[in-house]
Nanobody, 123 residues
Framework: EVQFVESGGGLVQAGGSLRLSCAASGFTLDDYTIGWFRQAPGKEREGVSCIMNSDGTTIYDDSVKGRFTISTDNAKKTVYLQMNSLKPEDTAVYYC????????????????WGQGTRVTVSS
């Protein structure tokens, strides 16, 4: 069974940094694409970044390019989202999700989801 444990969320001031972790179990990361998504109060879930672990291809939403970095530690079976220069508009619940094989950005393309971790950025 594919499962995730997300961690690393919290309260941070604007301009600060956080690193989110998504620890996977029940599958091998090599064959999967892992995505980070977020949902702010009253808004739809949106894609933040994703990584296709078979070749390291990454995609970032324009709103986070240059500030966020997605990476994988295969030995730890963990995908990270390093978030720097955080802004109040980054406030949301962040979810990691998995899909088998090639990279897609739409959340509908992912079929295994974590429970989410809350990020709050104060101004």
């Amino acid at each position: 069974e594919v499962q995730f444990v997300e961690s690393g969320g919290g309260l941070v001031q604007a301009g600060g940094s956080l690193r989110l972790s998504c620890a996977a179990s029940g599958f091998t990361l090599d064959d999967y694409t892992i995505g980070w998504f977020r949902q702010a109060p009253g808004k739809e879930r949106e894609g933040v970044s994703c990584i296709m672990n078979s070749d390291g291809t990454t995609i970032y939403d324009d709103s986070v390019k240059g500030r966020f970095t997605i990476s994988t530690d295969n030995a730890k079976k963990t995908v990270y989202l390093q978030m720097n220069s955080l802004k109040p508009e980054d406030t949301a619940v962040y979810y990691c999700a998995a899909r088998y094989s090639y990279i897609v950005t739409a959340s509908s393309g992912y079929n295994a989801w974590g429970q989410g971790t809350r990020v709050t950025v104060s101004s």
